[in-house]
């Protein structure tokens, strides 16, 4: 969405000193290009989105288990994997077994009173009144849009049946509830549209999927009620920008963030992360857990709460630990506990950055030692957004683990195994930036040695030269790929597919762009929010509004 | 019963839906020529007992020349040696199918999946990751399993749950049970209803929920017309899901027949967990798996389900033994060959290990009385890896068993030859000795309409 000179104003007002007063004008910049429109699409709830929604409606108090099917990764993301994936017979067995429970929670003695916003006549009897009350609100916030009236009535039908049953209003309640949670209007974010009246023969979202889908990327949540009231009015086929603005300032932008942040950096592998007792007896579920909160802790704090150079990630010696976590550091923190404290590490500590943590460390390395080769190619794949070839099916690692040779390091070994034809095109991209991180072990310990034999850690990234891991996080910043991974990786987060080639225009802009507001997250994030390209919509089959007229809510009636 | 899924379906339809447009082709009308009905899955009440299929899956495959004797034809008798000492206890209860290929017709190995990829679904992927068909257990359950509270039960003893191989496509792959005591709440929790145990009554509530279920679901078809090809696929997938749960929930409003096989097990109890990394311990991959054995051979006994998949150990192997700084999978790649013993030593550690727990797993069902047998003698379990020598990756001769006499339908205790013929040949025996009604089963060079005859009874 352009940019017009109110809102420059708006900002010039708001903010103070030439600082502010460049961020603003440097917030409009080039226009928006025109990109073509992806199709609607259906996407599966994450189990994050999951629980973050039924603690917003519900209370976070609300326990939410259950095991939802595994995604895929796809284009970098598990995100994009939303979009294809399926409901098997056992992960809805899981998604019924949590509805019931969540639901049961609801309403037993001490949420109903604060969670239904009306009490029967007769708690041992069925009350259509209060069902119908109820259901019409908490189905709008569960379907991100109103119930029709079909399901509405389905609702409080099945919640009219059970109670008689069971001579319990509440029991009617919880299971109509529990059987929405079920439901593919909950479970699958469908993108819903419209005839577009700016553009009779194309379509458009629909004010509430836009509200969702906005929620969705910033908040990882369904929209708010008062956010279903604004699209309930049309409000976001108006002026999203302020709503954009006013979620941004909300500390609820941490959880997009931190979602965000999982997905890029893979986080969900610490969830099969195992290390050897033996080898790495420090190492636990305690140092595991709080090995991943660090990163996130981190990186949220620099680009979101700071709102600084994202390029900076890979240099900034800011962090945040815990005593159990800070053993591992071998740092002191003023809380030996399990408190988090924010923490700085001094040039000597030969820490900087992501590349240096616990959390990087340790999940890309095997249980038992560490991976030049996997460091290597996360740094690749995940931070600079390159692909490295499988290996060939027929590795030979003779040379690579005779126990008779002389070589006693990662890069020893590793140079006499590259020297196979075969084995030395992938490695030469992954192993010199992987080398540089073997002053830490397996679980991330800093060492200077390795069998006695001092490490080498010197190297070069795409022709930077670093000599030491804090040097390579300085490679990394200064790595024109950096940022344009980061671009491309939240563009595909925010919008369900990777940018198409004939969407190289916009790419190109949000790259220009991200530049030029100094490699703000933030930045970028309000970018992509208030694109029009975030909100376009090709014509096609999936997520075509009903024809069934809705239900209108109370606050529409009183109009 | 429910509205959404009609069980009165065209044949043809069902059969489309059954078979997910995948590498299978439909024989209509179906020639039940190789059943045998012959009364040896009868029960002593005269009852005929069901045949179940189930798969177990271990990563690495074998040390060649260390764990099957090699036999130049088909015949009976198996030998198995060193690393599969262990299962010569049971040599009459299993069929061995070696030297089999899988021709991957130019389209990469992808190391560790195209094998079990291959082997199970009788497509090759084309990228990594890919499931390109649905697995030949989705597939007899399609046929058999419709009428237990499960249609399948997925295990894992690795404890990751997202290793699971059986995948009805890519994204269709639901996450295995890892712990015993959520397997066992699963199995034998409140919903659970014992057929030993007299004054059954059917909860009106239960019959409420069946209802509800199905209205409001049926509210939800509406999105059906909605949305397109590939999203309705899903949707057609998530109705499916659906049907089981309205299947439980009927199931509890009906008195199940007496059974004496099920002897509900006493309640399971997770190993403790104090340190991360003790998971993936081979010792601890073992007891889990025999506690998950035993969990999982009662709700086959007690009819909650009739297809029924088990992990041992994933495809890149995930387990390591205490204080190696390698796992299983990269065992295979550095370990050097001991020129003595002829095999690397750790990674035989190992595959045997691997062995002992497919000879612990088949104990546990011979160890089930039914009928006049054993609870495997009802049953046909596919056993395979993905890897024949994982040190070098190849997938010809990839070593797959089939336990069991499935009802008196197939004979055991033989050493199968494949003369290089593709190893779909088995998968494609199974589905047809299950009753899956497929002339042919397969993609390319991995297609097969040929049975393989030597089995049968």
């Known amino acids: 969405m352009s940019c017009d000179v109110s809102q420059v104003f708006s900002r010039l007002f708001k903010a103070a000193g030439a600082l502010a007063l460049m961020a603003a004008v440097s917030g409009c910049g080039p226009s928006e290009p025109k990109t073509a429109a992806a199709p609607p699409d259906m996407r599966r709830l994450t189990d994050r989105q999951y629980h973050n929604v039924i603690g917003d409606i519900f209370g976070r108090d609300i326990e939410v288990g259950g095991r939802p099917d595994p995604l895929t990764r796809t284009d970098g993301l598990l995100a994009v994997g939303t979009r294809t994936a399926r409901i098997t017979p056992a992960g809805l067995e899981q998604y019924y077994l949590v509805a019931k429970s969540v639901a049961a929670q609801v309403t037993d003695k001490v949420h109903r009173d604060t969670l239904i916003e009306c009490k029967p006549a007769d708690v041992k009897a069925a009350d259509d009144t209060c069902a119908q009350t109820y259901f019409q609100r908490v189905g709008r916030v569960l379907y991100r849009r109103p119930l029709r009236a079909p399901e509405l009535k389905a609702a409080v039908q099945t919640a009219h049946e059970m109670a008689n049953a069971s001579q319990d209003f509440y029991n009617g309640v919880s299971l109509a509830l529990a059987d929405m949670l079920v439901t593919p209007q909950f479970l699958f974010v469908v993108d819903e549209t419209e005839t577009d009246p700016a553009n009779p023969a194309g379509q458009r979202l629909t004010s509430y999927a836009k509200a969702a889908r906005l929620s969705f990327f910033l908040w990882d949540t369904a929209p708010t009620e008062q956010m279903l009231d604004a699209a309930e009015k049309g409000d976001f086929h108006k002026d999203v920008s302020k709503f954009v603005d006013a979620m941004m300032d909300s500390p609820r932008l941490q959880d997009g963030a931190r979602a965000f942040f999982a997905d890029f950096l893979g986080l969900d592998k610490f969830e099969t992360l195992e290390k050897d007792s033996i080898i790495y007896n420090a190492f636990s579920n305690v140092v595991a857990k709080d090995a991943q909160e660090e990163v996130l802790r981190m990186v949220t704090d620099h680009v979101i709460t700071r709102d600084q150079d994202y390029r900076d990630i890979f240099t900034t010696r800011q962090t945040f630990l815990t005593g159990p976590l800070a053993r591992i550091y071998r740092v002191r923190v003023e809380r030996p506990d399990g408190a988090w404290v924010s923490h700085e590490y001094t040039p000597q500590d030969g820490r900087a950055g992501i590349l240096t943590t616990v959390g990087f460390n340790a999940v890309a390395s095997h249980p038992g030692r560490s991976s030049p080769t996997l460091r290597g190619k996360a740094i690749r794949e995940q931070l600079l957004c390159q692909h490295v070839p499988d290996p060939p099916g027929d590795v030979d690692f003779t040379l690579f683990e005779d126990p008779n040779s002389p070589n006693k390091t990662a890069r020893q070994r590793l140079n006499a195994h590259a020297t196979a034809p075969a084995c030395a095109g992938c490695h030469k991209i992954t192993d010199p930036i992987g080398l540089a991180l073997e002053n830490f072990d397996g679980i991330g310990q800093y060492r200077q040695t390795e069998n006695g034999e001092k490490i080498d850690t010197s190297g070069d990234l795409d022709g930077a030269a670093y000599g030491d891991p804090v040097g390579l996080g300085k490679a990394m910043h200064d790595n024109a790929a950096t940022p344009a991974c980061v671009v491309r990786r939240l563009w595909t987060y925010a919008a369900g597919r990777a940018p198409s080639q004939a969407n190289s225009a916009f790419s190109n802009y949000l790259d220009k762009s991200f530049a030029r507001d100094g490699y703000r997250v933030r930045g970028l994030i309000r970018r992509i929010a208030t694109s029009d390209a975030f909100y376009a919509i090709a014509n096609g089959a999936t997520g075509t509004a009903s024809d069934v007229p809705p239900v209108q809510t109370a606050k529409a009636q009183e109009k | ?457």
């Not at chain 2, 009805?168 to 919903?191: C, I, M, Q």
């Not at chain 2, 709700?299 to 495809?315: E, H, I, L």
């Not at chain 2, 190992?350 to 000879?359: E, P, S, Y």
């Open chain 2, 1 to 457: 019963m429910s509205v959404l899924l009609p069980k009165k379906m065209h044949r043809r339809a069902a059969l489309r839906g059954l078979l997910g447009g995948g590498a299978v082709s439909v024989a209509l009308p179906y020639l039940d020529c190789v059943l045998n009905e012959s009364g040896t899955a009868l029960a002593a009440t005269g009852q005929a007992l069901p045949v179940r299929f189930g798969t177990w899956y271990w990563g690495m495959g074998h040390t060649p020349g260390h764990s099957v004797v090699e036999k130049r034809q088909t015949t009976k008798g198996i030998e198995f040696i060193e690393e599969c000492a262990s299962l010569q206890r049971h040599k009459d209860n299993v069929n061995f199918f070696g030297m089999f290929g899988m021709p991957l017709d130019g389209r990469a190995n992808y190391t560790h999946f195209s094998g079990w990829v291959a082997n199970r679904t009788g497509v090759a992927p084309t990228r990594g990751g890919e499931v390109p068909a649905p697995t030949l257990d989705l597939l007899i359950a399609d046929v058999i399993g419709n009428d237990t509270r499960f249609k399948t039960l997925d295990v894992t003893a690795v404890g990751i749950a997202r290793e699971n191989y059986s995948a009805r496509n890519t994204d269709s792959r639901g996450a295995a049970e890892v712990s015993p005591v959520g397997l066992y709440a699963r199995l034998f929790g409140p919903e659970f209803v014992d057929p030993n145990k007299a004054g059954f009554k059917p909860d009106p509530k239960v019959m409420v929920e069946k209802s509800a279920l199905s209205g409001i679901m049926e509210e939800s078809q509406a999105y059906m017309k909605t949305v397109g090809a590939a999203d309705k696929a899903r949707l057609d997938e998530y109705f499916t899901s659906i049907r089981q749960i309205e299947n439980q929930l009927a199931l509890q409003l009906q008195a199940p027949a007496p059974n004496d096989a099920c002897l509900v097990p006493s309640r399971a109890e997770d190993p403790p967990e104090d340190r991360l990394a003790k998971v993936r311990e081979m010792p601890h991959v073992v007891s889990t798996h025999k506690v998950l054995a035993k969990l999982l051979a009662m709700a086959v006994a007690c009819n909650q389900t009739k297809v029924f998949n088990m992990v041992f150990t994933d495809n890149f192997a995930n387990v390591r033994r205490e204080g190696e700084t390698y796992t299983h999978h990269l065992l295979t790649h550095t370990e050097t060959i001991d020129t003595k013993l002829g095999y690397q030593p750790l990674t035989f550690w190992f595959n045997k290990a691997a062995m002992d727990g497919w000879a612990d797993y088949l104990d546990v069902f011979t160890g089930v009385k039914e009928g006049s047998g054993t609870l495997l003698d009802n049953c046909m379990i596919f056993a395979s890896s993905e890897t024949n020598y994982a040190k070098l990756h190849t997938i010809d001769g990839v070593p797959t068993f089939l336990a069991g006499k499935a009802g008196g339908r197939v004979k055991t205790g033989y050493y199968v030859q494949g003369g290089g013929d593709p190893i779909t040949r088995v998968g494609f025996t199974a589905m047809r000795v299950m009753g899956v009604p497929i002339e042919k089963w397969g993609q390319k060079s991995l297609q097969t309409s040929k049975i393989i005859s030597d089995i049968l009874a």
